[in-house]
């Protein structure tokens, strides 16, 4: 097999990348390991920003996200049992974010991918990259009991932090940055009307917690727990009774609960990997970079290396602008450590770090006070939740 471009993993960044340059006539067949069902069945973010927003509407995947998605032009913080709104559309300009959970962008970009007759291969098993310092990178694996060899122009690593894409990079030929945090998120989604219109992000001294939705009658809650703890242990009763604990008092009154649909529990790290190419290879998304899910930017900042790649392509097949190549890495890794600054900074004041009354928890209580009291406070945190602008590729 021969493409231009062949991309390696079909999540949301792998799709839309495709969905994208299939639009401009680029030729690229997207290589997953799993099965289209089980990327369907991850349940992850549901927090978009306007440019990823834009970039879906330009991909034409925009109709049910228009119809069925939430926008939101504000948020909540709430600690001390009080509750301090972020209004996001009057503090930047009119900005605003889209609720619209990732597993619906993957369904509409896989069906949309199909309905354009593109070239998806599910279930490809030992995918390996070779050669991709050359001027002919290639894939093989295997596909319903074949050996294949796909040749192609450049590579999209588009499969994750655990994929293969990072791994074929020489180890002496990038820089990691990792930091790991003591705790995780245990998340529920379950069929019941959410607490509030908005997301209401909560500090209590027993731990963080998140209100969010994926729709008008389906909600997603997260609380913060340790890194050994087990879902088996959380029962629908127990989660139910520990998240009232943690909201404040009129929000854990309005509280409507029901039985779980789905339990799971993330670690939270931020990892960023530098450069984030190498030779034809490019790194999108988890492949080369991780936040803590407290800011909203994972599936954000890979629609934003999506952006980057998409347009670089498109210089390279249609004006021969080669010479941009060497700009990736630069110019999405100066979008990327601002992102991972603020969802650092989010974790970092919203997460009980200790057992105990400490400084730490009180400077915590000083920063929000200070940053909901203050106008530049509430617009800082506004700016860096809507999303900086995409930089262009001159």
Not at 7 to 25: E, K, N, T, Y
Not at 133 to 159: K, M, Q, W
Not at 282 to 304: E, M
Request: aromatic share 10%; charged share 25%; hydrophobic share 35%.
């Amino acid at each position: 097999m021969k493409t231009q471009v062949a991309i390696i993993g079909a999540g949301p960044s792998g799709l839309l990348l495709g969905q994208l340059l299939h639009h401009q006539g680029i030729d690229n067949v997207i290589v997953e390991r799993r099965s289209g069902e089980y990327v369907l069945s991850r349940i992850r973010a549901g927090v978009l920003e306007q440019g990823m927003v834009d970039l879906l509407r330009e991909a034409g995947v925009d109709q049910r996200m228009d119809r069925e998605g939430l926008p939101h032009d504000g948020f909540e913080l709430a600690f001390d049992n009080r509750r301090v709104r972020v209004p996001l559309d009057k503090l930047t300009g009119g900005s605003k974010v889209m609720v619209y959970g990732q597993t619906e962008v993957t369904r509409d970009l896989m069906e949309a991918r199909e309905a354009a007759g593109a070239t998806t291969l599910y279930e490809a098993e030992n995918v390996q990259p070779f050669d991709l310092d050359s001027d002919s990178p290639y894939l093989t694996f295997e596909h319903n009991g074949e050996n294949v060899r796909l040749d192609c122009d450049y590579i999209a690593g588009c499969d994750g932090y655990h994929g293969v894409s990072r791994q074929a990079i020489p180890q002496d030929r990038i820089t990691e940055f990792e930091k790991v945090y003591p705790f995780g998120w245990l998340g529920m989604l379950s069929d019941t009307p959410p607490v509030s219109d908005e997301l209401i992000y909560a500090r209590h001294e027993r731990g963080f917690s998140l209100c969010s939705m994926r729709s008008a009658t389906r909600s997603r809650y997260y609380l913060q727990v340790p890194l050994d703890e087990k879902v088996e242990d959380w029962s629908d009763e127990r989660f139910w009774e520990e998240l009232k604990r943690r909201l404040p008092d009129e929000v854990a009154e309005k509280l409507v609960t029901g039985p779980s649909i789905e339990k799971s529990i993330a670690p939270l790290r931020s990892f960023v990997v530098e450069p984030m190419q190498y030779g034809k290879l490019f790194l999108v998304g988890d492949a080369a970079h991780i936040v803590p899910p407290t800011g909203a930017k994972g599936l954000n900042l890979a629609a934003s290396d999506v952006n980057t790649l998409y347009r670089l392509m498109v210089k390279v097949y249609q004006e021969g602008r080669t010479d941009l190549i060497e700009r990736y890495s630069q110019t999405c890794l100066k979008r990327i450590w601002k992102a991972e600054r603020f969802s650092w900074w989010m974790t970092s004041m919203l997460h009980n770090f200790s057992d105990e009354e400490d400084f730490n928890s009180r400077m915590q209580l000083a920063e929000l006070d200070y940053v909901t009291s203050s106008e530049a406070g509430l617009t800082t945190i506004a700016e860096n939740y809507v999303g900086l602008p995409y930089e262009l590729l001159e």
